[in-house]
């Protein structure tokens, strides 16, 4: 059992496995920059969280066929009495799956023309509204509180990230255009929930000599303020710039 599914087991398996796989191809798809597939995963996404809430509020949820009408249910369940399951579940999740759908469906993310391509921005909205709904459905069936939601999510390797191979316990950047900065950048954005230390930063990037990883790697990226290099600590934190630095540079389409 992999550690989201482990967070999310005590939704039946017939809507657990498939929010995963659409949660996860969703995440996959805006890392690679295929922003069409974001909207499918979207929607598909919805579409089960949606059937989801159906059971946990009236114990039955519409048949995997037949199309939903996302809207409508959301109105209709939002009208439930206040007994019938928390209100996350019951107002919130369905209004945020309104937003997912709608933008899923309004947007296209497959725009032709015009002076701003807003691919980018529709898919990333998709991503973070799905992390919400993620991260309050483990909320409320753990009774934990947002933040600490969503540092289970964020240790969930919520970020699903090609180019970083897991490997013995080791990280590897698959991608041999990256120079070390880069690189270090790079497994750091994959790490985001945690401190990583020093050392392991090295042995990832394979570079030939500690003492030179720290004087011409860490030092320029905790100088720009791409890291937090803690050097009593000897761990290293990506910095809010860093992750954009890694985001519209390094992961970007074209990058």
């Known amino acids: 059992m992999n550690p989201l599914d482990s ?3 005590t ?3 017939v809507y657990r496995r498939r929010l995963i796989k659409h949660y ?4 996959q798809a805006f890392a690679r920059g295929a922003f069409d597939s974001c909207g499918t995963q979207a929607g598909k996404f919805s579409e089960t969280l949606i059937r989801y809430v159906q059971h946990a509020l009236e114990g039955a949820s519409l048949p995997w066929g037949q199309q939903v009408n996302i809207y409508a249910e959301s109105r209709r369940l939002e009208g439930l009495p206040h007994t019938s399951g928390p209100e996350s579940i019951r107002v919130f999740i369905p209004r945020a799956l309104c937003f997912l759908y709608t933008l899923r469906n309004k947007r296209g993310f497959a725009h032709v023309g015009g002076d701003l391509d807003s691919d980018p921005i529709d898919a990333a909205t998709c991503v973070r509204v799905a992390d919400w709904c993620v991260c309050e459905l483990i909320r409320v069936m753990h009774g934990l509180s ?5 540092a289970l999510v964020d240790s969930l390797a919520a970020r699903t990230i090609p180019e970083i191979w897991h490997v013995s316990g080791r990280r590897r950047v698959l991608r041999t255009d990256l120079d070390y900065k880069s690189q270090a950048l790079l497994l750091l954005y994959s790490e985001l929930s945690a401190a990583v230390l020093a050392e392991d930063l090295f ?3 394979e570079y030939a000599r500690f003492d030179h990883f720290k004087a011409r790697v860490l030092k320029p990226l905790h100088s720009a303020r791409l890291i937090e290099w803690d050097r009593e600590a ?3 934190q990506l910095s809010p710039t860093g992750i954009l630095d890694v985001e519209l540079r390094i992961l970007a389409p074209g990058a």
């Open 234 to 236: 000897g761990t290293i």
């Open 24 to 27: 996860a191809a969703l995440k």
């Open 11 to 13: 939704i039946p398996d």
């Open 203 to 205: 042995d990832w990037t």
């Open 146 to 150: 947002l933040e600490d939601a969503q």
């Open 7 to 9: 967070a999310l087991a």
